[in-house]
């Protein structure tokens, strides 16, 4: 049997050995934490359930479907109810519902007329030439005019980067903008007309995309797959060199004295981790992969009484620009969008702060980052209590930005891969930074590894 080691034991590392397993290839996965998965972490305390980082999975190919259904998890899986298709944007220091129709586009006080009349408009707005690299404000406020990037996109790409559409490149973080643009020469045309060839490849848009969890959160999915793993998933292990002999490749770790041989390896850690680590070959150096910013970012859940909140909670949750005065990116209505997350007459909910727009606001003590969100939740929720639970999981290094210039990361990777045969990248700093992506990646390179094996790896020093 063909021998693969993976380096990271996240989602994407899981997903890849758990398929590579299934196709008779031998895959064993390293870990340097004492546990699987990565950032999907999940405490159950006082029957208040906190996520330590994502807290849900856009389902957005049937990949993920298909793995879920693989691993027997399918009855496990919890949705959102119909309250939790409301998100709130802040604006005038209040939250207002994100238009989810035309009809409530045209009425909702969250566009004044004139970016309503701007928006109507983008279809006429010439595409940008093909070799551009613009940045996300760039390409927003040319096509849609600067009052839907402050309200729509800059709230929108806090939540999801914690990042600054300043600085993110659109070709490398919303790739499919800029396609929509490069295709169609408009955004509103291109997801008309691109909603059916999305029907045709069974994918999904992230606007129409189901949202999911588990019943006991999201650590379930990733224990799963590693329980799949038996013996082969192995936690406390950091690798500390690579090197290859003969085809074969040699993994020395810091807990054993005599490096492993395999076939192929997967690298599914983090880009500074690689950085760190070192790829033996002529291909391009990876230390400027820790180059890649990633800011810090807490994550704090907070459990109520229920009557300590004034806002009905019915929805996802509140983005908040960065032109709005608060400190906080963003707040989720945890227990409203998933069952089980709170007791009896209470509710969770998780605010997150940091980001590029404010780091300073991630890194304090837990009490000075609490304090900082309950100043902002008593202005937006109504919040007259004080939490009864607290969790808080805070990332020095959160989420890679793939800003403008990202393109020369992405070649350094490829260059990587074709100096050296049999050794894969996978991540969120190369296939996006969503847990539905490291699934569709995960399951990518566990086919392109074994066709590599069956294929006959090359032999060489």
Partial sequence: M??????????????AAYRLLGRNIGATVFEGRECAGGVVRTTVRDGFLAEHGPNSILVTSPVITGLI???????????????????????????????????QFITTPLFSFRAKMRLIAEPFISRAPADSEESLSEFVTRRLGKEFLDYAINPFVAGVYAGDPERLSVRHSFPKLHTLEQKYGSLVRGQIRGRKER???SDVGKNEAGMISFDTGLQLFTDTLAGALGDRFRPMTTVGGLSREKGKWKVATETAGTPGAYDAVLFAGSAHSLARLGVPGAGPSPAPLAEIHHPPVSSLVMGFRRGDIA??????????????PFAILGVLFSSSLFRGRAPEGHVTLTCFLGGTRRPETASGETGEVVETAMRDLRKLVGLTGEPVFIHRSFYEKAIPQYNVGYGKYLAIMEGMEAANPGFYLAGNYRNGISLGNSIVAGEEVAARIASYLESGPEMGD
């Fill in 2 to 15: 063909p021998e693969v080691v993976i380096i990271g034991g996240g989602i994407t590392g899981l997903t």
């Fill in 69 to 103: 259904g693989d691993a027997g998890l399918a009855g496990r899986v919890v949705s959102p109810g119909e309250e939790g298709k409301n998100r709130f944007i802040v604006r005038a220091g209040r939250p207002v519902c994100l238009p989810l129709s035309p009809a």
């Fill in 199 to 201: 029907e045709r490849r």
């Fill in 311 to 324: 806002h009905p909670l019915d929805g996802f949750g509140i983005l908040i620009p960065e032109v709005e």
